[in-house]
């Protein structure tokens, strides 16, 4: 069940960001970190970091807390 809703989800984040780039002609990999075709930069860092500490996030979500 959680690997369905995984791939609903990704599935709905990918859709709402082909909607937000309106008229625009770019790709979508253009706008994920280190597959823009350019040099790598500090914006390109900070785009991995922010996908690593939400990763980081939701995995934490998906712990269950021990009861004391």
């Known amino acids: 069940m959680k690997a369905a809703q995984l791939v609903v989800l990704t599935l709905v984040i990918l859709a709402l960001m082909n909607w937000s780039?309106?008229?625009?002609?770019?790709?979508?990999?253009?706008?994920?970190?280190?597959?823009?075709?350019?040099?790598?930069s500090i914006y390109d860092a900070?785009?991995?970091?922010?996908?690593?500490?939400?990763?980081?996030?939701?995995?934490?979500l998906?712990?269950?807390?021990r009861d004391s």
Not at 46 to 60: F, Y
């Open 21 to 40: 780039r309106g008229e625009y002609s770019f790709r979508l990999p253009t706008t994920l970190p280190l597959l823009g075709g350019q040099a790598p």
């Open 46 to 60: 900070a785009g991995a970091m922010v996908i690593v500490i939400t990763l980081a996030g939701l995995m934490r």
């Open 62 to 65: 998906g712990r269950r807390r």
